[in-house]
């Protein structure tokens, strides 16, 4: 890649329609996934503008990824509802309502298929 003097830079960007602003003391940033997250520290961010979106630049010195398991909290309330409605022990209520990430519903529906 050429070395471009950041003012060089901004005047191209704003020819172009970018506006680009330094974002001022980060501490860190966080990208979060379904299954990890990514902690940027200590970060250069940059927000560009332009064209109806806005992009974000991080440049950092250290990154580290860690796996992360949302746990899922399933209320004994619920337990005891598909007990009681579906003839479950409480180990398969739980696990059926951990199967559909606590939707009774959908673990009511499942239940009464198994019994078909």
Not at 27 to 47: G, Q, S
Not at 57 to 63: D, E, G, H, L, Y
């Amino acid at each position: 890649m050429l070395p471009v003097n950041p003012s060089q830079m901004a005047a191209m960007l704003k020819q172009l329609g970018i506006k680009m602003e330094e974002i001022r003391d980060v501490k860190e940033v966080i990208i979060k996934t379904e299954n990890k997250e990514i902690l940027i520290e200590p970060a250069d961010v940059k927000k560009m503008t332009g064209q109806g979106m806005i992009t974000f630049q991080i440049i950092a010195a250290k990154v580290e990824e860690k796996e992360t398991k949302e746990t899922l909290e399933i209320s004994e309330e619920d337990i005891n509802i598909l007990m009681e409605k579906a003839s479950l022990s409480q180990e398969q209520a739980k696990k059926l309502l951990e199967k559909h990430s606590g939707d009774l519903a959908a673990a009511l529906l499942e239940a009464e298929k198994q019994k078909n």
